[in-house]
């Protein structure tokens, strides 16, 4: 923590209950997964389920960290961690985890936290892939759901099979999880693309959209949040209603009500329709997402 700077504007006292507020909501989070295990609903639907309060909130979190604007007194600090390399130990805890969500031997609550970790660490990864390709994914009727849907698929492949592989067989079975994650996503979006390719119309749609989701990533994060919502679409989803916007991003839009997010929600579609260029903040907002991914961009 220390090389990192943040004991420059947290002090140790701050830090530490912070730390133990968080050790006491982790039961209520890996309880949440266990009931969900219990009931078979599949991780993916959990977690936008009202029924797991703490499992939904976390992945909301977890999603709105990557996209939600960086404190300036954040921004070099945040600079320095993700380029630095990461410890030789984090693949070794991965490959772990997989090994304690199949192990009947674990305990379980042992076992829903490897199961969240992969889930989660998969998810992220899908997340990145798609971001990637600067609105491509989002244009071809890409959205949220559907890296939920393929990390829960990938989590249930890995706890198919037997623990006797490992042993057997040298292979990493977290990286095996993300690679075969990452061709699901790219065989999904051939799927999108075939699909949607027919039309030239719609390909020009598509084209639009992802020129709109580069517009939304140098706009405010919640106009770009009430935005989305309203634009993401696949055959199965409906717009989330405005009044549960706050539990699907409750990091990003902590505080709002109903009624304020359907005065922004209004003001920003007016601004869309009338000038989409209002809408660019100057500065652009530097959310961490930037950032993890300064170093690609720096280099293209």
Not at 148 to 174: G, N, Q, S, V
Not at 204 to 228: H, I, Q, S
Not at 256 to 267: A, D, G, P
Request: proline share 7%; aromatic share 6%; charged share 30%.
């Amino acid at each position: 923590m220390a090389d990192l700077g943040f004991s420059t504007f947290l002090p140790q006292a701050a830090l530490d209950a912070a730390l133990t507020d968080l050790e006491l909501g982790v039961g209520q989070l890996l309880a949440d997964v266990e009931r969900a295990q219990r009931r078979n609903i599949p991780l993916r639907v959990a977690v936008h389920d009202d029924g797991f309060p703490y499992l939904a909130r976390f992945h909301g979190h977890l999603h709105d960290a990557f996209v939600m604007e960086v404190p300036s007194e954040l921004v070099p600090i945040l600079r320095r961690l993700v380029r630095m390399p990461s410890p030789q130990w984090s693949q070794e805890l991965l490959d772990d985890m997989c090994i304690v969500a199949r192990s009947p031997r674990a305990r379980p609550d042992e076992r829903a936290l490897a199961r969240l970790v992969i889930f989660e660490g998969v998810r992220v990864n899908l997340f990145v892939a798609a971001w990637r390709t600067d609105g491509g994914f989002e244009g071809i009727g890409g959205s949220r759901r559907d890296l939920d849907d393929i990390a829960d698929a990938e989590l249930a492949r890995l706890l198919a099979i037997p623990l006797a592989e490992d042993a057997t067989e040298r292979y990493r079975p977290f990286a095996t999880t993300v690679a075969s994650a990452l061709v699901r996503l790219r065989d999904h979006v051939d799927a999108l693309w075939a699909a949607q390719a027919l039309i030239e119309d719609l390909r020009k749609e598509c084209e639009g959209r992802a020129r709109l989701e580069m517009l939304l990533r140098r706009a405010d994060p919640v106009d770009a949040v009430v935005l989305r919502n309203q634009l993401d679409r696949s055959p199965r989803q409906q717009p989330v209603p405005v009044a549960r916007l706050p539990f699907e991003h409750p990091l990003l839009l902590d505080g709002h009500t109903e009624h304020s997010l359907n005065q922004r929600s209004s003001r920003a579609t007016r601004t869309l329709d009338r000038n989409p260029a209002r809408l660019v903040r100057r500065p652009k907002p530097i959310t961490f997402i930037d950032l993890l991914l300064e170093p690609e961009t720096s280099h293209a």
